[in-house]
């Protein structure tokens, strides 16, 4: 199995104190930097868009795991990579023509990922595994750090997992929401490759937080 990758999610960041939060994730252990984006239509909040990954990306020492929780993300793609996402996770439920936002993101350079919510059953990505990167199995509804995890959601993991082993794919396995110290064992033994985690990361010391959490896999 691939070495576990954390992304810790700054949706759980201090907003009054961006630049010093991104700091501690540049010196810390993570891999990279899970950047939520929500517009207020796909999910009820709205979050921050290319603006502020513009100015993240000024002092980012990490990729930008850009998760895009909005509606028909295939027009807004262009923009992203511009504002400096290095990987673009975009909804199935969001897309009218998921290849061709899987596609538009891969003719921007950058390796595409599709994510599904709890209720959307993981045999609907199995028809993109060729043409995917990673799948993104939401263990929360979108929209909200600090919820706790779906337990139903991590079969979910498992049974990806023995598909993409199955077929024998090179795709990635990213879980995100409610992950914690407690589960973060559970999950990689399903077979998670990347977890994202917002706000038992960022609750007290991101760096330790992110030593204490990578001793838990
Ligand atoms: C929720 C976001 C998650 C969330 C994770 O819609 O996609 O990334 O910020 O936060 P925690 O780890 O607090 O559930
Ligand atoms: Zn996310």
């Given at each position: 199995m691939e070495k576990a990758l954390i992304s810790p999610s700054i949706l759980a960041a201090d907003f009054l104190n961006l630049g010093r939060d991104i700091a501690a994730l540049n010196r810390s252990d993570c891999d990279w930097i899970h950047v939520d984006v929500m517009d207020g239509h796909f999910v009820p909040e709205v979050s921050f868009g290319q603006p502020v990954i513009r100015a993240i990306k000024k002092i980012a020492e990490k990729p930008l795991d850009v998760h895009l929780m909005i509606e028909n993300p295939l027009p807004a793609i262009e923009s992203f990579v511009k504002a400096g996402a290095d990987r673009l996770t975009f909804h199935l439920e969001a897309a009218e023509d998921p290849l061709a936002v899987i596609r538009?993101?891969?003719?921007?350079?950058?390796?595409?990922?599709?994510?599904?919510?709890?209720?959307?059953?993981?045999?609907?990505?199995?028809?993109?595994?060729?043409?995917?990167?990673?799948?993104?199995?939401?263990?929360?509804?979108?929209?909200?750090?600090?919820?706790?995890?779906?337990?139903?959601?991590?079969?979910?993991?498992?049974?990806?997992?023995?598909?993409?082993?199955?077929?024998?794919?090179?795709?990635?396995?990213?879980?995100?929401?409610?992950?914690?110290?407690?589960?973060?064992?559970?999950?990689?033994?399903?077979?998670?490759?990347?977890?994202?985690?917002?706000?038992?990361?960022?609750?007290?010391?991101?760096?330790?937080?992110?030593?204490?959490?990578?001793?838990?896999?």
């Open positions: 538009k993101i891969h003719n921007c350079g950058l390796p595409a990922a599709m994510a599904i919510k709890p209720g959307t059953p993981v045999e609907e990505v199995e028809p993109f595994l060729s043409e995917l990167d990673m799948v993104l199995i939401m263990t929360v509804e979108p929209g909200f750090g600090g919820q706790p995890i779906l337990p139903e959601t991590i079969d979910k993991i498992r049974r990806l997992s023995a598909k993409i082993r199955e077929e024998g794919r090179n795709v990635l396995i990213e879980a995100d929401g409610g992950i914690k110290f407690d589960n973060a064992g559970l999950l990689r033994e399903a077979g998670l490759d990347v977890f994202v985690s917002g706000s038992c990361l960022f609750r007290g010391n991101p760096e330790e937080n992110i030593t204490e959490f990578i001793k838990r896999l």
